[in-house]
Each structure stands twice: as structure tokens, then as C-alpha cells.
């Protein structure tokens, strides 16, 4: 929030400025109470006696009344010191409030996917033969998958990266214009998170589950932990990230259609 930002600490937290958190309707002030010349539309949050606000003074507001409570659960749970990394759902509800409804934020957005599907995960195979056996189990239904809803998607285990159908990558671009600014954030966080555009596409479908998803997006790093072990304090951290970040996004979707 707003406030948050305004007194971050180093550490990447700030002190704790609430005692309460509470939910309202949109349209109504932090008691409740209802503005004549407002149109309900949804839900907010408020903490103590204030309309919780984004960085850019945006009023967060929820279109579900699941996915305010959820929001306000985040907020509810910060101990004297509020740390924004412990809330996944409220940096994604921010990001789309604040700037995925801008034209040329949508525009930067969609073309950086594109740019990087070309080293898809799903699409660059491994030298090992082992690996790119597990990497053709878990992805080729993803590739085929796409190809069916996208056009021809090649694979390719060519440092140079696998050839891009042209035609394919308008229907992406088109597809991704047409989401509104949370599903435009939420196909951005799980892209970024599993390395794939596909994976994120199709897990946002509803297609894939988080389990899946993670799975897919870590075949070769797996298969590195089973061959020489666990690093402790290395890979097992790279683990639990990537649950919250693949898993944030579909739980804010999930909520948001409650």
C-alpha cells in the first residue's frame, strides 16, 4: 500500500500502522455506511478507519467478496512489522489496480512474454538424453496443446532455440491483449514463475493444476536433485517459492470468480 511503501524499512518490511482490518462495501465510506452517488460494485478493504489504497492511490476494490477476505487475511496476519513478500495476493491485486488497465503497460507486458517464448521451457529440450526423455513426457502434451490452440509450436534442442511460427505468435499476441488486467497479471506471474508462457496459459486455463505446473516447469532441475542430491538451503527454498508464485495467481482467479 501506499503507507508501506512510504515507510519501508531495508529489510524490505515496515512498521506495522493498523490495529484492525475490516471489509467494505465499494461505495461506502470506512464505517459502512453507503454514498447515494456511489455505484456498488464490489468489495474494498479498510484498515483501522482508512480505504486500504494501492502505491498509486488506487482504491483496492475486489470484485468478490472471497477474494477481499483473502486480501484482508494477508493483512491481518502481518505481526508488528508488515512485510509485502509475505502477501502474494495483494502485490498481484496491485499490479493489476495500477497499471495493467494502461495501454502501453498492457503493450510492455505482452511483448516481453512474447519476446521469451521463444526459450520456452517447454520448447528447448536438453542435450541429455535422459532429460530430454522426461522433458518430452511432461511437455509434449503442452506443446500439442498449444499447437491446437495457437498454431504449429516447434521444439528444439539447438543452443540457437527452437523456429517460431509467426502466425502462432499473432494469436498469442491477440489472446493476451484480450485479457482484462487480472488475467493479464496473473499470465504474467506465472509465466515469469515457471519460465513458460504455456505453462502459464494453460495452468490459467484451469488446465493444468499447481502440482502440474510446477512439475512441468522443473523437469530438468529435478532430475539434477534426484542424480546429486538436495542443496539444502538452496533447492528446497527454490521450491517452496515456486509454489507461492504459481500458486498465488491461480488461487487470486479462483477468488475472483467465487
Given at each position: 500500500s501506499e503507507r508501506?511503501v512510504?515507510?519501508?524499512?531495508a529489510?524490505g518490511?515496515?512498521?506495522?500502522f493498523?490495529e484492525?482490518?475490516?471489509?467494505v462495501?465499494d461505495g461506502?465510506?470506512?464505517s459502512?455506511a453507503?454514498?447515494s452517488s456511489s455505484?456498488?460494485?464490489?468489495?474494498?478493504?479498510?484498515l483501522?478507519?482508512?480505504?486500504?489504497r494501492t502505491p498509486?492511490?488506487n482504491e483496492y476494490s475486489?470484485?468478490?467478496r472471497?477474494l477481499?477476505?483473502?486480501?484482508?487475511?494477508?493483512?491481518e496476519?502481518?505481526?508488528?512489522r508488515v512485510?509485502?513478500y509475505?502477501?502474494?495476493?495483494?502485490g498481484?491485486?496491485a499490479?493489476a489496480?495500477?497499471h495493467?488497465?494502461?495501454?502501453?503497460?498492457r503493450?510492455l507486458?505482452?511483448e516481453?512474454l512474447l519476446?521469451h517464448f521463444?526459450t520456452?521451457?517447454t520448447?528447448?529440450?536438453s542435450?541429455?538424453?535422459?532429460?530430454?526423455a522426461?522433458q518430452?513426457?511432461?511437455?509434449?502434451?503442452?506443446i500439442k496443446?498449444?499447437?491446437?490452440?495457437f498454431?504449429?509450436?516447434?521444439?528444439?534442442?539447438?543452443i540457437?532455440?527452437?523456429?517460431?511460427n509467426?502466425?502462432a505468435v499473432e494469436v498469442?499476441r491477440?489472446?493476451?491483449?484480450?485479457?482484462?488486467?487480472?488475467?493479464l497479471?496473473c499470465?504474467?506471474?506465472?509465466?515469469?514463475?515457471?519460465?513458460?508462457?504455456l505453462?502459464?496459459?494453460?495452468?490459467?486455463?484451469?488446465?493444468?493444476?499447481?502440482?502440474?505446473a510446477?512439475?512441468a516447469?522443473?523437469?530438468e532441475?529435478e532430475a539434477?536433485?534426484?542424480e546429486?542430491?538436495?542443496?539444502?538451503?538452496?533447492?528446497?527454498l527454490d521450491q517452496?517459492?515456486?509454489?507461492v508464485?504459481v500458486?498465488?495467481?491461480?488461487?487470486?482467479m479462483k477468488?475472483r470468480?467465487?
Amino acid at each position: 500500500s501506499e503507507r508501506v511503501v512510504a515507510t519501508m524499512r531495508a529489510d524490505g518490511t515496515a512498521p506495522r500502522f493498523y490495529e484492525k482490518v475490516g471489509l467494505v462495501r465499494d461505495g461506502a465510506d470506512a464505517s459502512g455506511a453507503s454514498s447515494s452517488s456511489s455505484k456498488t460494485t464490489g468489495w474494498g478493504i479498510v484498515l483501522d478507519d482508512r480505504r486500504l489504497r494501492t502505491p498509486k492511490r488506487n482504491e483496492y476494490s475486489f470484485a468478490t467478496r472471497a477474494l477481499a477476505v483473502a486480501i484482508g487475511m494477508e493483512w491481518e496476519a502481518q505481526t508488528d512489522r508488515v512485510a509485502p513478500y509475505t502477501m502474494p495476493l495483494t502485490g498481484l491485486s496491485a499490479t493489476a489496480i495500477d497499471h495493467m488497465g494502461d495501454a502501453e503497460t498492457r503493450k510492455l507486458h505482452v511483448e516481453t512474454l512474447l519476446k521469451h517464448f521463444t526459450t520456452d521451457v517447454t520448447r528447448v529440450r536438453s542435450c541429455d538424453e535422459a532429460i530430454a526423455a522426461r522433458q518430452a513426457e511432461t511437455h509434449d502434451p503442452i506443446i500439442k496443446w498449444a499447437t491446437k490452440e495457437f498454431g504449429p509450436v516447434d521444439v528444439s534442442d539447438s543452443i540457437f532455440g527452437p523456429p517460431t511460427n509467426e502466425k502462432a505468435v499473432e494469436v498469442l499476441r491477440k489472446r493476451l491483449h484480450a485479457m482484462c488486467p487480472w488475467e493479464l497479471t496473473c499470465a504474467f506471474a506465472l509465466s515469469a514463475a515457471t519460465k513458460s508462457l504455456l505453462i502459464g496459459l494453460k495452468t490459467l486455463r484451469g488446465e493444468l493444476t499447481v502440482d502440474q505446473a510446477i512439475a512441468a516447469a522443473r523437469v530438468e532441475e529435478e532430475a539434477q536433485i534426484e542424480e546429486w542430491g538436495l542443496v539444502e538451503g538452496g533447492h528446497d527454498l527454490d521450491q517452496l517459492d515456486i509454489r507461492v508464485r504459481v500458486g498465488a495467481p491461480v488461487m487470486l482467479m479462483k477468488l475472483r470468480a467465487v
